[in-house]
Protein backbone atom coordinates (compact mmCIF):
# COMPACT_ATOMS: atom_id res chain seq x y z
CA UNK A 1 0.00 0.00 0.00
CA UNK A 2 1.30 3.56 -0.93
CA UNK A 3 -0.03 6.35 0.88
CA UNK A 4 1.34 10.47 1.15
CA UNK A 5 1.49 12.06 4.76
CA UNK A 6 0.31 15.05 5.40
CA UNK A 7 3.53 16.76 3.95
CA UNK A 8 2.83 14.69 1.01
CA UNK A 9 5.75 12.21 1.35
CA UNK A 10 4.40 8.89 -0.51
CA UNK A 11 5.17 6.13 2.55
CA UNK A 12 4.95 2.48 1.27
CA UNK A 13 3.53 -0.39 3.58
CA UNK A 14 3.45 -4.41 2.80
CA UNK A 15 0.94 -4.86 5.64
CA UNK A 16 -1.00 -3.17 7.82
CA UNK A 17 0.90 -2.14 10.58
CA UNK A 18 0.59 -4.28 13.79
CA UNK A 19 3.76 -2.67 15.50
CA UNK A 20 3.31 1.45 16.22
CA UNK A 21 5.36 3.95 18.12
CA UNK A 22 3.99 7.19 18.47
CA UNK A 23 6.04 10.15 19.68
CA UNK A 24 2.91 12.60 19.71
CA UNK A 25 1.00 12.96 22.87
CA UNK A 26 -2.50 13.65 21.27
CA UNK A 27 -1.97 11.46 18.66
CA UNK A 28 -1.24 8.65 21.14
CA UNK A 29 -4.46 9.46 22.43
CA UNK A 30 -5.62 9.14 19.06
CA UNK A 31 -4.88 5.80 18.20
CA UNK A 32 -6.16 4.42 21.89
CA UNK A 33 -10.18 5.95 20.86
CA UNK A 34 -9.30 4.44 17.20
CA UNK A 35 -9.10 0.95 18.92
CA UNK A 36 -5.86 0.66 18.41
CA UNK A 37 -3.77 0.50 21.83
CA UNK A 38 -2.83 -2.71 21.47
CA UNK A 39 -0.41 -1.99 18.94
CA UNK A 40 1.18 0.87 20.95
CA UNK A 41 4.39 -0.60 21.85
CA UNK A 42 6.32 2.96 21.99
CA UNK A 43 5.12 6.56 23.04
CA UNK A 44 7.01 9.60 24.48
CA UNK A 45 7.11 10.66 28.26
CA UNK A 46 3.89 13.34 27.71
CA UNK A 47 1.74 11.07 26.28
CA UNK A 48 -0.45 11.44 29.75
CA UNK A 49 -4.16 10.36 27.74
CA UNK A 50 -4.82 7.12 28.60
CA UNK A 51 -3.06 7.73 31.72
CA UNK A 52 -2.38 4.53 31.95
CA UNK A 53 -0.29 4.35 28.90
CA UNK A 54 2.99 5.05 29.81
CA UNK A 55 2.91 2.58 32.14
CA UNK A 56 2.09 -0.29 30.21
CA UNK A 57 4.06 1.03 27.02
CA UNK A 58 8.03 1.42 26.64
CA UNK A 59 8.54 4.93 26.98
CA UNK A 60 11.06 5.84 24.05
CA UNK A 61 11.60 9.42 25.15
CA UNK A 62 10.04 13.08 24.78
CA UNK A 63 8.86 14.45 21.78
CA UNK A 64 12.51 16.50 20.72
CA UNK A 65 14.76 13.42 21.71
CA UNK A 66 14.05 9.59 21.86
CA UNK A 67 16.37 6.78 22.14
CA UNK A 68 17.24 5.10 19.03
CA UNK A 69 18.06 2.26 20.23
CA UNK A 70 15.04 1.61 22.21
CA UNK A 71 13.15 1.79 19.66
CA UNK A 72 14.86 -0.26 16.94
CA UNK A 73 14.39 -2.54 20.06
CA UNK A 74 10.73 -2.19 19.46
CA UNK A 75 10.72 -3.42 15.98
CA UNK A 76 7.32 -1.34 15.13
CA UNK A 77 6.31 -1.49 11.68
CA UNK A 78 5.54 2.53 11.63
CA UNK A 79 6.58 5.56 13.24
CA UNK A 80 4.15 8.59 13.87
CA UNK A 81 5.19 11.62 14.18
CA UNK A 82 4.41 15.53 13.50
CA UNK A 83 5.66 18.39 11.78
CA UNK A 84 5.77 20.48 15.13
CA UNK A 85 6.42 18.22 17.90
CA UNK A 86 9.13 16.40 16.30
CA UNK A 87 12.31 17.56 14.44
CA UNK A 88 13.73 17.46 11.44
CA UNK A 89 16.92 15.50 12.83
CA UNK A 90 14.65 12.72 14.61
CA UNK A 91 12.87 12.24 11.35
CA UNK A 92 16.03 10.92 9.69
CA UNK A 93 17.34 9.14 12.25
CA UNK A 94 13.67 7.66 12.77
CA UNK A 95 13.31 6.89 8.86
CA UNK A 96 16.79 4.23 8.93
CA UNK A 97 14.57 1.95 11.37
CA UNK A 98 11.41 2.23 9.49
CA UNK A 99 8.72 3.70 7.98
CA UNK A 100 7.51 7.14 9.42
CA UNK A 101 3.99 9.00 8.90
CA UNK A 102 4.44 12.79 10.12
CA UNK A 103 1.39 14.74 10.71
CA UNK A 104 0.58 18.48 9.83
CA UNK A 105 -1.51 19.96 11.92
CA UNK A 106 -3.39 23.69 11.77
CA UNK A 107 -6.50 23.33 11.52
CA UNK A 108 -9.91 21.19 12.35
CA UNK A 109 -10.11 19.93 8.69
CA UNK A 110 -6.22 18.85 9.17
CA UNK A 111 -7.51 17.14 12.06
CA UNK A 112 -10.21 15.00 10.32
CA UNK A 113 -7.76 14.59 7.04
CA UNK A 114 -5.30 13.20 9.93
CA UNK A 115 -7.76 10.87 11.39
CA UNK A 116 -9.22 9.36 7.75
CA UNK A 117 -5.52 8.19 6.73
CA UNK A 118 -4.73 6.61 9.95
CA UNK A 119 -8.35 4.83 9.02
CA UNK A 120 -7.25 3.56 6.03
CA UNK A 121 -3.67 3.01 6.76
CA UNK A 122 -4.70 1.24 10.16
CA UNK A 123 -7.68 -0.68 8.58
CA UNK A 124 -9.90 0.94 11.09
CA UNK A 125 -12.08 3.37 8.62
CA UNK A 126 -15.30 2.59 10.18
CA UNK A 127 -13.92 3.83 14.17
CA UNK A 128 -12.52 6.82 11.89
CA UNK A 129 -15.31 8.00 10.22
CA UNK A 130 -17.53 8.12 13.73
CA UNK A 131 -14.79 9.83 15.29
CA UNK A 132 -14.95 12.53 11.93
CA UNK A 133 -18.58 12.73 12.57
CA UNK A 134 -19.05 13.03 16.09
CA UNK A 135 -16.27 15.85 15.71
CA UNK A 136 -17.81 17.50 12.78
CA UNK A 137 -21.07 17.72 14.33
CA UNK A 138 -19.30 19.19 17.62
CA UNK A 139 -17.76 22.06 15.61
CA UNK A 140 -20.98 22.78 13.58
CA UNK A 141 -22.55 23.11 17.31
CA UNK A 142 -19.96 25.40 18.68
CA UNK A 143 -19.55 27.69 15.78
CA UNK A 144 -23.71 28.05 16.29
CA UNK A 145 -22.92 28.70 19.81
CA UNK A 146 -20.07 31.32 19.37
CA UNK A 147 -22.23 33.57 17.40
CA UNK A 148 -23.66 35.17 20.64
CA UNK A 149 -20.13 36.10 22.30
CA UNK A 150 -18.21 39.29 21.45
CA UNK A 151 -14.88 39.79 19.33
CA UNK A 152 -12.18 40.20 22.43
CA UNK A 153 -8.66 40.49 22.03
CA UNK A 154 -6.14 37.66 23.56
CA UNK A 155 -2.90 37.03 24.06
CA UNK A 156 -1.84 33.39 24.56
CA UNK A 157 1.31 32.92 26.63
CA UNK A 158 3.06 29.71 26.28
CA UNK A 159 6.44 30.18 27.69
CA UNK A 160 8.37 32.19 30.33
CA UNK A 161 12.11 33.19 30.66
CA UNK A 162 11.68 33.82 27.57
CA UNK A 163 8.35 35.34 27.59
CA UNK A 164 6.70 33.37 24.50
CA UNK A 165 3.30 33.99 23.03
CA UNK A 166 1.13 32.26 20.33
CA UNK A 167 1.03 33.87 16.45
CA UNK A 168 -0.08 32.91 13.41
CA UNK A 169 0.55 29.91 11.14
CA UNK A 170 -0.30 27.58 14.59
CA UNK A 171 -3.22 24.84 15.45
CA UNK A 172 -3.73 27.16 18.36
CA UNK A 173 -4.26 30.43 16.64
CA UNK A 174 -7.10 28.51 14.45
CA UNK A 175 -8.55 27.83 18.11
CA UNK A 176 -8.20 31.10 19.39
CA UNK A 177 -10.33 32.40 15.95
CA UNK A 178 -12.41 29.39 16.73
CA UNK A 179 -13.66 31.30 19.96
CA UNK A 180 -14.03 34.64 18.89
CA UNK A 181 -10.51 35.99 19.98
CA UNK A 182 -8.55 38.22 18.06
CA UNK A 183 -5.25 37.33 18.81
CA UNK A 184 -2.48 40.46 19.40
CA UNK A 185 0.24 38.91 17.68
CA UNK A 186 -2.03 37.97 14.36
CA UNK A 187 0.61 38.71 12.33
CA UNK A 188 3.71 37.72 13.28
CA UNK A 189 4.45 34.12 12.79
CA UNK A 190 4.53 30.99 15.12
CA UNK A 191 5.77 31.38 18.48
CA UNK A 192 7.68 35.11 19.04
CA UNK A 193 9.64 36.16 22.12
CA UNK A 194 8.47 39.43 23.50
CA UNK A 195 9.57 42.09 25.29
CA UNK A 196 8.09 42.69 28.24
CA UNK A 197 8.96 45.91 28.85
CA UNK A 198 5.85 47.34 26.71
CA UNK A 199 2.14 47.67 27.44
CA UNK A 200 -0.72 46.18 25.68
CA UNK A 201 -3.46 48.37 26.75
CA UNK A 202 -5.65 47.14 24.00
CA UNK A 203 -5.54 43.52 25.10
CA UNK A 204 -8.91 42.53 27.19
CA UNK A 205 -7.59 38.98 27.86
CA UNK A 206 -4.50 36.94 28.90
CA UNK A 207 -4.24 33.20 28.55
CA UNK A 208 -1.72 31.38 30.55
CA UNK A 209 -1.78 27.90 28.81
CA UNK A 210 -0.75 24.80 31.34
CA UNK A 211 1.23 23.52 28.86
CA UNK A 212 4.11 23.29 27.44
CA UNK A 213 5.20 25.38 30.33
CA UNK A 214 3.00 25.33 33.31
CA UNK A 215 1.99 28.69 34.32
CA UNK A 216 0.34 29.17 37.90
CA UNK A 217 -1.70 31.57 39.50
CA UNK A 218 1.50 33.61 40.98
CA UNK A 219 2.61 34.49 37.46
CA UNK A 220 -0.50 36.57 36.81
CA UNK A 221 1.47 39.27 39.16
CA UNK A 222 4.37 39.44 36.72
CA UNK A 223 2.46 39.98 33.20
CA UNK A 224 -0.67 42.60 34.95
CA UNK A 225 1.49 45.45 34.70
CA UNK A 226 2.08 45.08 31.18
CA UNK A 227 -1.63 44.32 30.14
CA UNK A 228 -2.84 46.61 32.50
CA UNK A 229 -6.49 46.45 31.44
CA UNK A 230 -6.78 42.77 30.62
CA UNK A 231 -8.25 40.01 32.89
CA UNK A 232 -5.81 37.01 32.88
CA UNK A 233 -6.91 33.32 33.45
CA UNK A 234 -5.16 30.06 33.75
CA UNK A 235 -5.91 27.76 30.79
CA UNK A 236 -6.02 24.21 29.84
CA UNK A 237 -3.39 24.13 27.30
CA UNK A 238 -4.39 20.70 26.18
CA UNK A 239 -8.05 22.14 25.57
CA UNK A 240 -6.25 24.70 22.53
CA UNK A 241 -3.42 22.64 21.43
CA UNK A 242 -4.38 19.04 21.25
CA UNK A 243 -5.80 17.81 17.81
CA UNK A 244 -7.42 14.20 17.80
CA UNK A 245 -10.28 12.76 19.81
CA UNK A 246 -9.84 15.60 22.78
CA UNK A 247 -11.07 18.10 20.45
CA UNK A 248 -14.36 16.05 21.71
CA UNK A 249 -13.89 17.33 25.09
CA UNK A 250 -12.69 20.61 23.88
CA UNK A 251 -15.85 21.94 22.50
CA UNK A 252 -17.13 21.50 25.73
CA UNK A 253 -15.01 22.98 27.72
CA UNK A 254 -14.53 26.40 25.81
CA UNK A 255 -18.63 26.41 25.90
CA UNK A 256 -18.51 26.31 30.01
CA UNK A 257 -15.08 28.48 29.99
CA UNK A 258 -17.67 31.14 27.99
CA UNK A 259 -20.79 30.77 30.03
CA UNK A 260 -18.93 30.90 33.32
CA UNK A 261 -16.07 32.90 32.73
CA UNK A 262 -17.09 34.98 30.23
CA UNK A 263 -20.57 35.79 30.00
CA UNK A 264 -21.78 37.97 26.95
CA UNK A 265 -21.57 41.60 27.27
Known amino acids: MQIKDQLQRVIKLNRTPQRIVCLVPSITELI ?4 LEPLLVGVTKFCVHPQH ?10 TK ?12 DIILCN ?6 EMIRELEAITTV ?14 MDMYGIIFQCSPQAKSLISKISSAK ?17 FIWKDPWMVVANNTFINYM ?3 NNFK ?9 PEIAMDGIYSTVELVLLSSEPYPFKNEHKKAIQPQFPNAKIFLVNGEMFSWYGSRLLLAFDYFKTWHRTVLPSE
Open 53 to 62: IITNVVVVGG
Open 183 to 191: NTFQKESRY
Open 32 to 35: CDLG
Open 101 to 114: HISDVNTIEDCLEL
Open 176 to 178: LSL
Open 140 to 156: IDFEDFIKTQPVREVTY
Open 83 to 88: KEENTP
Open 65 to 76: QVHYDKIRNLNP
